[in-house]
């Protein structure tokens, strides 16, 4: 049985060190983009922090991607292993955790108020939730309107309807003093997924800013 000469095995496994070797080091850093979750109550809304190093120490900028927010820069970045945390003064909120030693994966709680989060980040995107409006989004239409009442005072409407018309739906009218997001046909209110066991259904769902608070008409 001929066997292969002893260097041609030596070159093959400084080969296999030497491919694996820039892989550890370029791993071995905070730096780059960090993808986690918050569940709050039936709502999961997905945060990314982007995190850049330079001679100064350490920045970053986050995404809160279900509420339509990108690259808010925040307040303070921190980091000197294993303990990671940034911080964002105009939302009020601090997140500290703890970084593995392969560099993968943020274990953490964010603090909002008196609120406490457990957030795990980690390398890869998170998809979507069911409810979230990116998903709602390929499956609904929304309008902005005013309804005219009886004495002519009109309210501020969002209507957010089923794309499939081929079949009769029911509807759920939300009417609150508490801002219905006048964001404009593009930007759905990421509180659609308190009512996903309605949208699962296909309800057109409407919501109402009540006479005189925020952008309707007429005296509260």
């Given at each position: 049985m001929k066997t292969k000469p002893l260097y041609l095995n030596v070159f093959a496994l400084l080969l296999g060190i030497l491919y694996f070797i820039p892989v550890s080091i370029r791993a071995q850093t905070i730096e780059g983009d960090w993808y986690g979750k918050a569940e709050i109550g039936e709502i999961t809304l997905r945060l990314t922090i982007h995190v850049r190093a330079d001679d100064k120490g350490y920045s970053s900028t986050w995404d809160s991607p279900d509420q339509g927010a990108f690259g808010l820069a925040s307040t303070a970045t921190s980091f000197t292993y294993p303990d990671f945390s940034f911080s964002h003064a105009g939302a009020g909120f601090k997140y500290t955790g703890k970084v593995n030693a392969s560099y993968t994966e943020i274990a953490g709680k964010l603090e909002q108020g008196g609120t406490k989060l457990d957030i795990t980040f980690g390398r890869e995107p998170i998809a979507a939730a069911p409810g979230s409006p990116e998903v709602l989004k390929q499956l609904y239409d929304k309008k902005e309107v005013y309804i005219t009442m009886r004495d002519g005072v009109r309210l501020f409407t969002s209507v957010y309807a089923p794309k499939n018309n081929k079949v009769k739906h029911p509807i759920l009218l939300n009417r609150?003093?508490?801002?219905?997001?006048?964001?404009?046909?593009?930007?759905?209110?990421?509180?659609?997924?308190?009512?996903?066991?309605y949208t699962e259904e296909e309800y057109i769902m409407v919501f109402q800013d009540v006479r005189g608070k925020y952008m309707s008409e007429g005296q509260f």
């Open positions: 609150t003093p508490y801002n219905i997001e006048p964001g404009g046909p593009d930007n759905f209110n990421f509180f659609m997924q308190l009512y996903s066991r």
